[in-house]
């Protein structure tokens, strides 16, 4: 989030063409231009209680001089009035007090709401998730992430942005009743001398706010290591290897230094604002006394004097408040979230394509001398690949880490577009196609698949989101995957949440996850998915239990179009076709036992893997 400072002298500031431009320039215009789009009936009411209120304030005041009139020339008549305006007026500031407070609560929400859809909206538009690692659009995202969140949001600035117009409505509005019942020059005055130095004040404030957000690494940073005490997973390390006052070293080490560096501009920044309090005490001291000598001399009557000494303190404020700091800080993250809006729509991040893939692939797909590096790398996955994928079977994938092996499925699924070359499915071009109606044929398994802390109905449901209401579809699913006895003896079953921070919510083992994930899998392709991928999702079990899940895996999709990768070459032997990937080429092909055949890579990694495992079965268990 970032604040800008202008370039030029703070005394510029007092020219109407400076401030106009800044104004334009700014966070908070760009937040006044979306309020009508978000409810023309809030803010119509916003704006119907300020003016109501400001109308009040000023006929308050009048009633008030005019009663203190009456009051000394013992005109009860006059007095009996007076007191009625005066009342009236009073309960219409109550009541407009009490309509204005909940209107605007309600449109402060609603503003908050709106900017977090928009930011949750631009990152969800791309079809693609290149937009999600791009630098510069990180950039955009880290910024507009400020939106609706924190002490300062922009609903919030949009409360204060009422009460900053109030003040200065109010300002001008009391400078009007000085010089009309008074002076015109000490009316002027006034408001110019509020103004000049509100103008410095204002540059000061907003440096600090520029020194402030220019130590976010540090504080962050300070953020992070406050996270390791406080997040459970780190805190078992942390008290296992004695990393408690290391940590907390840390964290005060960054959070002084980004501190320190504040507080310096804020002691700095002090001493020249103490300084303009006293020609702004002058003015009011010498105003009042101007209109106290001419109450004395017979100048102004006692009516005309009580609203004159009332408005006076009103036409000279400086109008710098907390309500600033709102505005700006509020409103600070709203360009970085209307840029991020307009560039995930540029073209470069929008997949085309309108073709219907429905019941594809019939024949197989095709990676056709397909080349690939990732946004902002130089270095290649891919350069001239190619592959093919028969319909119908199952096709492993094994390779060592870092082969490219994950790369591949993310282009399949089109979350990212090749460099060079082309994917053809049945021949077709996958660029073709609506990317959002292809991913909906794919079903996947990632080998860093989401645990959804909701409940399992959810876990599994979100293969088929239309179909999120089809429990006998789920269970079904749930079955076939292996994971109905587990479900059935959880606290709640089927509507346990599955994570143990919620109130009789369960955490589930790694192999348990499993199966969900796979449950999830399997619904997709109930719901219409064609194609079944299985990308390292097993990881992080024993060779036993990966090998039970992929051969489940093999037997549950035969007959669909189907994808395992794994970097254990033995997990993924029954499949119709093996390919090992090396530096982002295919190397070898064919099945299990061709391979074997051949003695290259795969039957060398194999043999390998294969004779560990033995030594560790063979190893006889400790006490």
Known sequence: MSVEIPDYPWWHDLMPWKRISRMVKSGRWALIRLLPGISKPLLFGAVLTLLTGLASAVLFTLASGALVGAIAARDRERIVQALIWVASLFLIQQIQGLIQAPIMETFQRRVNAHMQQMVLRSTLAPTGVAHLEDPELLNLVRDAQGVGTGQFTPGGAVRALGQSLGMRIGVFASAFLVGYFFNWWIAIGLVMIG????????????????????QTQLLRRSDYYRDLVLNPEAAKETRVFGLGSWILGRFKDNWLGGMTVLWKERKEASVPMWWWAVPWG??????????????????LNLTHLTIVLQSILGAGAIYLSDSDLSIEYGAAAIPAALELQKRVREPDLSFGGTADPAG??????????????????????????????????SLAIVGQNGAGKTTLVKLLSRLYEPTSGRIAVDGTDLREFDPRKWQRRVGAIFQDFVRYELPVTANIGFGAIE???????????????????????????????????????????????QRVALARALFAVEAGAGILILDEPTANLDVRAEVEIFDRFLELTKGLTTILISHRFSTVRHAD?????????IIEQGSHAELMDIGGSYAQMFNLQASRFRVMAEEPEGD
Request: charged share 25%; glycine share 14%; proline share 2%.
């Open 467 to 513: 179909r999120l209401d089809d429990l006998d579809g789920i269970k079904q699913a749930a079955e076939r995957a292996g994971a109905e006895e587990i479900i059935t003896g959880l606290g709640k079953q089927w509507d346990t949440i599955l994570g143990r921070e919620y109130t009789e919510g369960a955490e589930l083992s790694g192999g348990q996850w």
């Open 360 to 393: 594809m692939p019939t024949d197989g797909i095709r990676f056709e001398s397909v080349g690939f590096h990732y946004p902002g790398q130089e270095r290649e996955v891919y350069r001239e690949l190619d592959l093919f994928i028969p319909a119908g079977k």
């Open 577 to 585: 076709n093996i390919c090992v990937l090396e530096h982002g080429k």
């Open 195 to 214: 103004f000049v130095i509100r103008a410095r004040m204002m540059r000061d404030f907003l440096t600090t706010i520029r020194v402030a957000t220019g």
């Open 282 to 299: 002058f003015a009011i001291f010498g105003a009042t006394y101007a209109v106290g000598s001419a109450g004395l001399s017979g100048e």
